[in-house]
């Protein structure tokens, strides 16, 4: 399904949703990045070398960055497809 097609259809069109998620997303950077206990018994029982563990928060601070920045885009998509009264989506 094209991109365009997504958003035509209603999916991935809430603003607040990527904003959620990116807080959420932040969140457990966070938590990964202190550690929280509970994280690092996770880790340890999944066999996550300490060496590496770095890598965690990083890639969730990334991801966070991604899903503030899909937010801003639904503006600018909204703005560059919007349509006149009496125009047909074609």
Request: no cysteine; net charge positive.
């Given at each position: 399904m094209a991109i365009r097609q997504v958003f035509e259809h209603g999916a991935l069109t809430s603003e607040r949703s990527y904003l959620a998620l990116?807080?959420?997303n932040a969140g457990d950077a966070v938590a990964c990045a202190i550690p929280l206990p509970f994280i690092a018994k996770i880790l340890?029982?999944?066999?996550?070398?300490?060496e590496v563990r770095w890598v965690l928060?990083?890639?969730?601070?990334?991801a966070t960055i991604g899903l503030l920045s899909a937010a801003?885009?639904?503006v600018t998509y909204a703005v560059m497809t919007a349509k006149g009264p009496g125009e047909?989506?074609?």
């Open positions: 990116a807080a959420f340890g029982d999944l066999s996550v070398p300490p928060p990083v890639a969730k601070a990334a801003s885009f639904l047909r989506s074609g």
